[in-house]
């Protein structure tokens, strides 16, 4: 409890990848998603620790800063939280900083900033093992002594040190002693003065130098008297070339250089490690591309191979609860409600789980190794001349899952033109969303004993590589002739190679599992029972075919004919473009329902392969399946995305124009199919 | 007549111009302001000892115990020298 007798909270900040999120879950018990590349937390997250006296405190995860002079949208949510000024969260009562022991130089940087913020600290020295592996002798009590905050060694993914961790949160934590590191004349000058203005209206325990720094900076919060002298001492420094900010950071260094050289504290073997070996792979300006390459089609392939046995399971039990429901219950309504709308439309998308879990295990084993880091340094080279940084890169891959942590990784591009770029972009990465689709119309396009898995892994990968080339070309036209303004350089921190952790790649998978399952059982499972009713009413006749063309459905489905017929499609996938405009997945399951199949999955490919024109004609023909598949790759049939891009744009302006945007392209590139296919004899 | 800049920058190289393996002292970043910062931030501030592990479009660098990565553009901006006074 603190002063006032509520529950206190503490902030838990340190330098991207040092180890904040795997710590927080551990003494929260929670599971914040860890990673080991920089940008995993971009928003803060909240939870329960408790003392070794059993005194409950609420945790702040943050996301990771390099310094409190915040650029990027996640930097300046933890600069929000520690300055009192978030909404949602009081101001913290304490800080707990993680420093990467392994490299302590620039982790302690931040801690002197936040030494300075008036609350107390207490610093977690997090991974000794890797420091003590590289050679690094560690003396925590020495460091405790000579920064004036307390240091607990820690190796959080093994659970060490967290029973000192609770211990010292459960005392008293006391306020850092005075600043320890020398300040240059010209600016101990400005800093005297500014603090002087600014020192009266101030709490005891609030630095005013650390706020005179901070106004020095640009802050503008404070007393106006203390904001003009600030002002004046700035214009002064220009006028004079006196880079008082580098001066700062250099002084900060080189306190902290001396500090760790009194407590014998070194910073390790730097060359010859197996981490530099790999790298020397898979940065490689050829082998790292084809590094990369076969690690995609491992992905593809393993998605087809692997995953077409539990597929099986899954078709055949929703084939044997179909005909047992249809045994069991009399005919009438309530059984056609069941078996051609739940079982049809919550089976036939459910049957997709063991892929998306696929993708999820490959993306959590990349995550968790270091390689994504890698990645994003290979693609900076592609990305440059499309005006991006590899920075990018990150939310891009994370998007290949869900556009929607995509969307929100895109705070940690610092440069707002970049940013919003990624966000218009992202939607155009195929998501695990897209799966279903492009597998059932990938069947239905080329009988299975036609082609090995190879090709449809191939076939696939193509999909893949058609949104992705096609979002670096609109990442051209919008950052470079629509937004203007140059690229940024990528600074980058490539963590060392982690053999992945099994426990954090399987939570990954579980739970996406359970978002996926909850979908299916929520707004697919709503969604098919609508479309259930209005394909089946007004009941029209005995015939299905007839019944389903007079349907409200199918009345609306005629109606959008015309427009779609330029690309190959029937008024049937119109219902189903329409259905799946609030999740591409619900195509499958629409389309499911529409050629009344259950939830088998051969059957609706078998309906679909069966299916004509009134001329006798196939609809599904390749060119067809081609043209449909290439309407998913661009079509931006997500509402939750839509709903995102509002929030992280701050409006509805760019999530609209991403709407006609990506629509537009999605109706053309359809039609550029039939035109060149039908032009080439198919 | 030159300019102290350019006289500096005959002095030093900028670190594309030195091999893998290398390892140097940052003498000046001539970068905007708020690339500098980032940089010194992340350690790459004066005098820092910056070793390079890789070379190419884009480079690799040993700094404050950590490996960062760095586009060519950006690394031509950080001048350095060697630490046994070299140039």
Not at chain 1, 598 to 619: N, V
Request: glycine residues 10%; aromatic residues 10%.
């Amino acid at each position: 409890m603190n002063q006032d007798g509520k529950k206190r909270w503490v902030a838990v900040v340190g330098n991207p990848n040092a180890g904040k999120s795997t710590l927080f879950n551990a003494l929260t018990g929670l599971r914040q998603r860890v990673g080991n590349y920089p940008g995993v937390t971009v928003e803060k997250r909240t939870g329960t620790a408790f003392t070794l006296h059993g005194e409950a405190i609420e945790l702040i995860d943050l996301p990771g800063l390099y310094s409190l002079n915040p650029r990027s949208p996640d930097e300046k949510i933890a600069w929000q939280v520690l300055h009192g000024e978030s909404s949602g969260v009081p101001r913290p009562d304490a800080v707990l900083c993680v420093v990467d022991a392994s490299n302590l130089e620039r982790n302690l940087f931040l801690v002197t900033q936040v030494m300075e913020l008036g609350l107390p600290v207490l610093v977690a020295l997090n991974m000794v093992d890797v420091a003590e592996g590289r050679g690094i002798r560690l003396h925590p009590n020495d460091l405790s002594l000579k920064l004036g905050v307390k240091f607990i060694p820690t190796q959080a993914h093994r659970g060490k040190g967290l029973v000192e961790l609770r211990a010292a949160l459960g005392q008293s934590l006391a306020h850092p002693g005075p600043r320890r590191w020398t300040m240059p004349p010209p600016l101990a000058a400005a800093v005297g003065q500014i603090a002087a203005a600014w020192r009266e209206s101030l709490p005891a325990e609030v630095r005013a130098e650390g706020k005179a720094l901070e106004l020095l900076a640009g802050s503008n919060s404070g007393p106006e008297g203390a904001k003009k002298l600030a002002v004046a001492w700035r214009e002064r420094f220009r006028k004079e070339a006196y880079d008082w900010s580098a001066a700062v950071v250099h002084a900060r260094y080189s306190y902290l250089q001396t500090v760790l050289k009194e407590a014998g504290i070194g910073s390790g073997i730097s060359g010859g490690s197996w981490t530099d070996w790999i790298d020397s792979l898979v940065l490689h300006p050829v082998a790292g591309w084809g590094v990369l390459a076969g690690m995609m089609m491992a992905l593809f392939v393993s998605i087809f191979s692997i995953a077409s046995y539990p597929m099986e399971w899954i078709d055949a039990g929703f084939s044997a609860l179909g005909l047992w429901l249809q045994g069991w219950m009399p005919p009438g309504i309530f059984c056609d409600l069941l078996v051609d709308g739940v079982l049809a439309g919550v089976g036939g998308v459910v049957i997709f789980l063991p892929q998306i879990l696929i993708l999820f295990f490959f993306l959590g084993l990349l995550e968790d190794s270091g390689y994504l880091a890698r990645a994003a340094f290979l693609l900076d080279r592609v990305m440059h001349p499309v005006g991006l940084s590899g920075k990018s890169f990150i939310p891009l891959l994370s998007s290949y899952a869900c556009a929607i942590p995509g969307i929100m990784a895109t705070r940690t591009v610092e440069d707002p033109k970049d940013r919003l770029t990624t966000i218009l972009i992202a939607p155009l990465m195929s998501c695990s969303a897209r799966i279903p689709v492009y597998t059932t119309l990938l069947a239905a396009a080329v009988p299975v004993a036609l082609v090995p898995v190879w090709g449809k892994a191939a076939a696939m990968l193509g999909l893949y590589v058609l949104g992705t080339g096609s979002a670096f070309l609109l990442a051209w036209v919008f950052r470079k002739k629509m937004l203007g303004g140059g690229s940024p350089p990528l600074i980058l921190e490539l963590p060392p190679y982690r053999c992945p952790a099994f426990q954090t790649v399987a939570l990954r998978m579980w739970e996406r599992a359970l978002i996926f399952l909850r979908r299916a059982g929520t707004v697919i499972l709503a969604l098919s029972i609508l479309l259930w009713f209005v394909s089946s009413f007004p009941k029209s006749s005995e015939d299905e075919s007839v019944n389903l063309a007079a349907s409200f459905a199918g009345q609306l489905g005629h109606w959008m004919e015309p427009v779609i017929r330029p690309l190959g499609f029937d008024w049937r996938i119109g219902i189903g473009l329409v259905a799946s405009f609030a999740a591409r997945e619900v195509f499958v399951s629409t389309m499911s329902i529409v050629y009344h199949v259950g939830g088998e999955e051969e059957g609706l490919i078998q309906a679909m392969r069966t299916a004509t024109w009134p001329d006798g004609g196939l609809i599904y023909t390749p060119i067809t399946c081609l043209s449909l598949m290439v309407f998913y790759v661009y079509a931006l049939q997500c509402l939750s995305t839509v709903a995102v891009a509002k929030r992280e744009t701050g409006g509805w302006k760019w999530p609209v124009f991403m709407m006609i945007y990506m629509t537009g392209l999605a109706y053309l590139g359809a039609w550029l199919v039939q035109i060149v296919g039908h032009a080439l004899g198919f | 007549m030159e300019t102290f800049g350019q006289q500096m920058e005959g002095n030093f190289l900028n670190l594309t111009q030195v091999g893998p393996g290398t390892e140097v002292r940052v003498s000046r970043l001539e970068c905007p302001p708020t690339t500098c910062q980032r940089l010194r931030e992340m350690g790459f501030c004066e005098n820092a000892l910056v070793t390079k592990i890789r070379g190419g479009a884009d480079l690799v660098c040993w700094v404050c115990g950590t490996r960062v990565a760095l586009s060519a553009r950006l690394a031509k901006q950080i001048l350095v020298e060697h630490v046994d006074g070299r140039s």
